[in-house]
């Protein structure tokens, strides 16, 4: 059985960096292509990030490409998600999701197989 766990939410200012893991266990990481997706209250979740495998692909959304970085060790069943120049419109809960059926990676939420129960990240103004 496979599950996946987050970590690295928590408060910070606006401005300021986190990193989110997402360890998985039950199957190798290497069998999955990873996402981040996030949802703030009362909004849709919404696709943040997805990497590929070997890591070689990677994909952001529109609104956080050039501050969140999307990474992976597979060596550790790890996932990350770098975030800087955190902003208040970050603020919602991070999920990782795994993949394993895209021959890359997909960044559509129906797609994913398996869900971490999320990390929250609150920014502050």
């Known amino acids: 059985q496979v599950q996946m766990v987050e970590s690295g939410g928590g408060l910070v200012q606006a401005g300021d960096s986190l990193r989110l893991s997402c360890v998985v266990s039950?199957?190798?990481?290497?069998?999955?292509?990873m996402d981040w997706f996030r949802q703030a209250p009362g909004k849709e979740r919404e696709f943040v990030a997805a990497?590929?495998?070997?890591?070689?692909?990677?994909s952001h959304a529109d609104s956080v490409r050039g501050r969140f970085t999307i990474s992976r060790d597979n060596a550790k069943n790890t996932v990350y998600l770098q975030m800087n120049s955190l902003k208040p419109e970050d603020t919602a809960v991070y999920y990782c999701a795994a993949d394993r059926k895209s021959p890359s990676y997909s960044t559509y939420i129906y797609g994913m197989d398996y869900w971490g129960k999320g990390t929250l990240v609150t920014v502050s103004s």
């Open positions: 039950g199957r190798p990481l290497s069998d999955f292509a």
């Open positions: 990497i590929s495998r070997s890591g070689g692909v990677r």
